[in-house]
Structures are given as C-alpha cells and as structure tokens.
C-alpha cells in the first residue's frame, strides 16, 4: 500500500508538463525569456528593500531634527546634532553656505532670492537621489507581462511545429504543449505585480519626505533671512479650557 507522499510524488514524476518541461520545450529563446524575468524579479526585491531603508532613515531623521536642532541658540549648533552626511544636515550646510558666499557676491543679489534658491537645489538632489530606482520598477512594471507572453508565443509555436510533424491533433496532444507555453505568461504577471505595487507605494512614501524636506528648508530660510527671529512653533498643543460649571441657585423656601 503506497502512501499519500508517495503517490503525490509518483504523480509529479509521472507528468511531463510544467516549468522545467516549458524551459526544454522552448529552446534557447525560451530559458533567456526565463533568466530575464528572473533578473528583473531579482532588481525588483532589491530596489524595493534599499528604498525602504533610505526612506525610513529619512523619516526618522525628521523626527529628531524636529525636537533637537530648533532648540539650538545657533544654526552651526544646530548642525552639529544633526547626524553627519545625513539629508537634514545637507540642507543646513548647503544654506550656511549659501550665506557666506552671498557676501562675497561682486553683483548685488537679494539674500532672499539667493539662500531661497540653494536651499531648492539641495532639496532637489535629495529628493533626486530618492527617487533613483523608481524608473527600474516602472520598467519592470510595464515590460514584464510582455516579455512573458512572448515567451509563451515562442513556445505555442514549437508545439505546434511539433505537433503539425506528428500528424497528431487530438486533445491530448494540444493542451498539453500549449498550456506548458502558458507558464512563461504566468511568470512575467508574478514579476510585474510586485513591481507595479513597490512602484506606486515608494513614490508615496517619497512624497512625503519631499513634503518634510520642503518644511524643513522653508522653516530654515525663514530662520535666516530673519536672523533667528522667525521658528517654527513646535510647542505642545494647548487643551481647550474646560467648561465652567455654574453653581445651583437657592429656592426659595
């Protein structure tokens, strides 16, 4: 008496469809569909992971930065509780900078439109440098159902080389070679899939730390060009004063 495992495994054996069958059947065209997909699934996962990274060290250096570096007398010592070669840090180096440099302008330029301007562009090169990948997933996104389905066109047509040679066109014969061509579809959607919804997701996410970025340089562009007189309020929350009770009144007897 055989059991369930062994019958299992006996049937697997027993049947000469699958994805190594599609891979034998498809020729040379067939196994560089195959590696491509599974570079593409590969870039994907890694993209996606290192992206994630970055972005969740950027959110939470804006944590910090927003209980730590406005508490400062100066932005210099602001600067230096800000972790080295860190997004937050860049922006004030790039602004202190800016500041001096605008002093050693031979044509007069507004210190507002001058700091206002490389603030921007050290924005922009980090927002930049967070958005270096996204264009691999949209690639992969978009292309990886095609690719799939033109290994699935190649193999469909062996099969039916192959089966147009034999003189056999029964079911049997048919479904079988066709339906193995149909996997290399299959892996080109398990590849796209993950791509597209890391894609929409990261782009999100980036969203939102180019929005606390801008906070951030717009805060500090007003810090400067006001000589420290214009912070942020980060001060808690005031609650709403509490109704006032009135007192009962005396009847009169």
Do not use: C
């Not at 050693?104 to 001058?114: F, Y």
Request: aromatic share 8%.
């Amino acid at each position: 008496m055989t059991t369930p495992a062994a019958g299992a495994h006996a049937a697997a054996a027993s049947n000469p469809y699958g994805l190594t069958g599609a891979l034998h059947q498809g020729g040379p065209i067939t196994w560089a569909v195959f590696i491509i997909l599974v570079i593409m699934s590969l870039a994907t996962w890694y993209i996606m992971f290192t992206k994630l990274f970055e972005q969740q060290k950027v959110l939470n250096q804006y944590k910090r930065v927003r209980s730590n570096f406005w508490g400062t007398p100066t932005l210099r010592d602001g600067a230096n509780k800000l972790e080295r070669n860190s997004a937050y840090r860049q922006i004030v180096d790039d602004g202190l900078l800016a500041q001096d440099q605008h002093t050693k302008l031979i044509d007069p330029v507004d210190q507002h439109e001058w700091l206002g301007a490389s603030l921007h562009r050290s924005t922009g090169a980090i927002n930049s440098r967070l958005g270096s990948g996204m264009a691999v997933l949209a690639t992969v996104g978009s292309t990886a159902p095609f690719v799939g389905l033109f290994g699935t066109v190649i193999g469909i047509y062996g099969a039916l080389i192959k089966i147009g040679a034999s003189g056999q066109a029964s079911i049997d014969a048919v479904a079988g070679p066709v339906g193995e061509a149909l996997i290399m579809t299959a892996l080109g959607l398990v590849v796209a899939v993950p791509a597209v919804l890391a894609y929409n997701w990261l782009i999100r996410r980036n969203k939102v730390v180019a929005e606390q970025l801008d906070t951030f340089a717009t805060d500090l562009h007003a810090y400067m060009v006001s000589n420290g007189a214009l912070r942020p309020a980060l001060g808690t929350v005031k609650a709403a004063p509490a109704p006032a009770v009135k007192a009962p009144t005396a009847t009169k007897a």
